[in-house]
């Protein structure tokens, strides 16, 4: 699988974390231009020559690593190696984005981590701040040694490393890249279920002789949503054509496609916002075009609401369409 820092999709993040994928960096220009323009600047930038947080005014010399090891605070459970090693894959990919910054080696040391089965051992709970600092800073640590990583096999090859300069530290954890990875498994096995649910929903069509006529293409021109419209056609595909005796068959049958059409437009929008920003520069502070930028690109707010309620409340509204449940 090659990483350009644009191509990632979510079917991609999900083959890479429990589909055995490898990773190929199809180039480091767009890092290794980030990080010639933060070697080149001289004023005060955020995390890089300042403090953070409310020591952000206050200039300091090589306090980056501390920022690693006082953020490394993960608790509970483990989290289990396929979300942590989609996480790495994304991580790689936004810095291939160009904008953060970080030494381009690190991107190699990442590419290494995933092709050899090396995880951070990262826990269930705790963030500081709104972007995934704790996971981020426990992948940090072990790419600096500090922590061990995880194998799923015995040791055969060295576990990666990679000297993080005391000014990488902020850059390569400034960023979401766990819950866009988390959000990407999840929308992806979402929607290998919501495709089935259609052929759940041709046999149930069978089993009661339900007409087809709700699904015609002229009554999905008459509300035009895509959803509905690509639902009706895959069931058109699916189910028998012969004339009912019945005037109308029970709403579930006649309001499927209006109902799972909802659903998988809803799908398609959590894509959308999901994909982006696992292709996306998401550091605080960009550097780009010669400068650096501080911004809240790391917030994970449009990730937050995609998967969240709206689509799982459209789900459940076809199964209850289906079952009269």
Do not use: K
């Given at each position: 699988m090659?990483?350009?820092?644009?191509?990632?999709?979510?079917?991609?993040?999900?083959?890479?974390?429990y589909?055995?994928?490898?990773v190929?960096?199809?180039?480091?220009d767009?890092?290794?231009?980030?990080?010639a323009?933060?070697q080149?600047?001289?004023?005060?930038?955020?995390?890089r020559?300042?403090?953070?947080?409310?020591?952000?005014?206050?200039?300091?010399?090589?306090?980056?690593?501390?920022?690693?090891?006082?953020?490394a605070?993960?608790?509970?459970?483990r989290?289990?190696?396929?979300?942590?090693r989609?996480?790495l894959?994304?991580?790689?990919?936004q810095?291939l984005?160009g904008?953060s910054?970080?030494?381009?080696?690190?991107?190699?040391?990442?590419?290494?981590?995933?092709?050899?089965?090396f995880t951070?051992?990262l826990r269930?709970?705790?963030?500081?701040?709104?972007?995934?600092?704790?996971?981020?800073s426990?992948?940090?640590?072990?790419?600096l040694g500090?922590?061990?990583w995880d194998?799923?096999?015995p040791?055969?090859?060295?576990?990666?490393?990679?000297?993080?300069?005391?000014?990488?530290?902020?850059?390569?954890?400034?960023s979401?890249?766990a819950t866009?990875?988390?959000?990407?498994i999840?929308?992806?096995?979402?929607?290998?279920?919501?495709?089935a649910?259609?052929?759940?929903a041709?046999?149930?069509?069978?089993?009661?002789?339900?007409s087809?006529?709700?699904?015609?293409?002229l009554?999905q021109?008459?509300?035009?949503?895509?959803?509905?419209?690509?639902?009706?056609?895959?069931?058109?595909?699916?189910?028998?054509?012969?004339?009912?005796?019945?005037?109308?068959?029970p709403?579930?049958?006649?309001?499927?496609?209006?109902?799972?059409?909802?659903a998988?437009d809803?799908l398609?929008?959590?894509?959308?916002?999901i994909?982006t920003?696992?292709?996306?520069?998401a550091?605080n502070?960009?550097?780009?075009?010669?400068?650096?930028?501080?911004?809240?690109?790391?917030h994970?707010?449009?990730?937050?609401?995609?998967?969240d309620?709206?689509?799982?409340a459209d789900?459940?509204?076809s199964r209850?369409a289906?079952?009269?449940?």
């Open positions: 090659e990483l350009d820092g644009a191509g990632l999709t979510c079917a991609r993040v999900h083959e890479a974390a589909g055995g994928a490898r190929a960096i199809a180039s480091l767009r890092a290794r231009a980030a990080w323009t933060a080149e600047l001289t004023g005060p930038v955020y995390g020559s300042t403090g953070v947080g409310a020591n952000r005014d206050v200039l300091l010399e090589g306090g980056g690593l501390d920022l690693l090891r006082s953020h605070c993960g608790a509970g459970p989290v289990d190696p396929g979300r942590a989609a996480m894959v994304v991580r790689l990919n810095l984005a904008g910054g970080v030494g381009p080696g690190v991107c190699e040391a990442l590419a290494y981590a995933v092709n050899h089965g951070p051992p269930t709970y705790g963030a500081i701040g709104t972007g995934d600092l704790t996971a981020l426990t992948a940090a640590l072990c790419l500090e922590l061990p194998s799923a096999e040791m055969e090859t060295e576990p990666p490393h990679y000297p993080l300069a005391s000014s990488d530290a902020l850059p390569f954890i400034s979401g890249a866009p990875a988390d959000a990407a999840a929308v992806h096995r979402l929607g290998t279920l919501m495709e649910a259609i052929g759940v041709a046999m149930s069509f069978a089993a009661v002789d339900a087809a006529e709700p699904l015609a293409a009554v021109e008459a509300r035009p949503h895509p959803g509905q419209a690509a639902v009706a056609a895959a069931l058109r595909g699916l189910v028998s054509h012969e004339p009912s005796t019945r005037v109308q068959d709403y579930g049958f006649r309001a499927f496609a209006q109902v799972h059409g909802a998988v809803a398609g929008r959590a894509v959308t916002a994909e920003d696992l292709n996306a520069a550091e502070p960009l550097f780009a075009g010669s400068l650096a930028w501080h911004n809240g690109n790391f994970s707010a449009p990730d937050a609401p995609a998967p309620r709206p689509l799982t789900l459940e509204e209850r289906l079952t009269g449940a």
